[in-house]
């Protein structure tokens, strides 16, 4: 048993292995995009990965990244305002703008990885807490990872307090539909 970097020889097995992991998600990828994937890197996912600023007076205030990824979902990355423009609405302005962007690519779910003292800030977005990343870039600073939805959830998704009151409705009227089989019966 070997463990070694993929060869061409291996790329046809290691493609169709992908793509049986792949749909068995719900993803439906074509071989060559696998091939291409396998051989170009993961950066075959990301279809767009654009930076934007906000200027007045020609001047830069701040700026963002959106690296929008193959499966409908985009990062926010990079985002800085100067320290003399903070508290003046300027992150809120872009990421206001990062979502309707977003939202014009077909991204269902944007995330970013972000320092503790910014969550309110994206909270305040409309982002929720998704996890923790614990020493994550160096040793001692530790990330929070921020997501917002940016789709109704997809129909195959089951909403479960609607499905359970679609139960108890079901057994209500199978109840019922006993209740007068039974005194039919009894006629």
Not at 124 to 141: A, D, I, Q, V
Request: proline share 1%; hydrophobic share 35%; net charge positive.
């Amino acid at each position: 048993m070997e463990i070694k970097k993929i060869e061409s020889e291996d790329l046809q097995v290691a493609a169709n292995l992908l793509r049986i992991y792949w749909k068995e998600r719900g993803g439906n990828y074509s071989q060559d995009f696998t091939l291409k994937y396998l051989t170009e890197g993961h950066k075959t996912e990301i279809i767009k990965d654009q930076f934007f600023v906000i200027k007045e007076n020609n001047k830069v205030m701040g700026t963002v990244a959106l690296i929008i990824f193959e499966a409908g979902v985009a990062e926010i990355r990079d985002l800085v305002v100067k320290k003399e423009c903070r508290r003046k609405g300027l992150g809120k302005k872009l990421i206001d703008y990062l979502i309707e962007f977003a939202k014009h690519n077909n991204v269902r779910k944007i995330y970013c990885l972000t320092l503790q003292p910014y969550r309110s800030f994206y909270e305040k977005c409309g982002f929720e807490l998704e996890g923790f990343l614990k020493n994550h870039y160096r040793e001692g600073e530790h990330l929070i990872i921020m997501s917002r939805y940016l789709k109704e959830k997809e129909a195959r998704q089951v909403d479960l307090k609607k499905k359970l009151e679609d139960e108890q409705q079901l057994q209500k009227i199978e109840s019922e539909t006993t209740e007068r089989l039974m005194k039919l019966r009894l006629r």
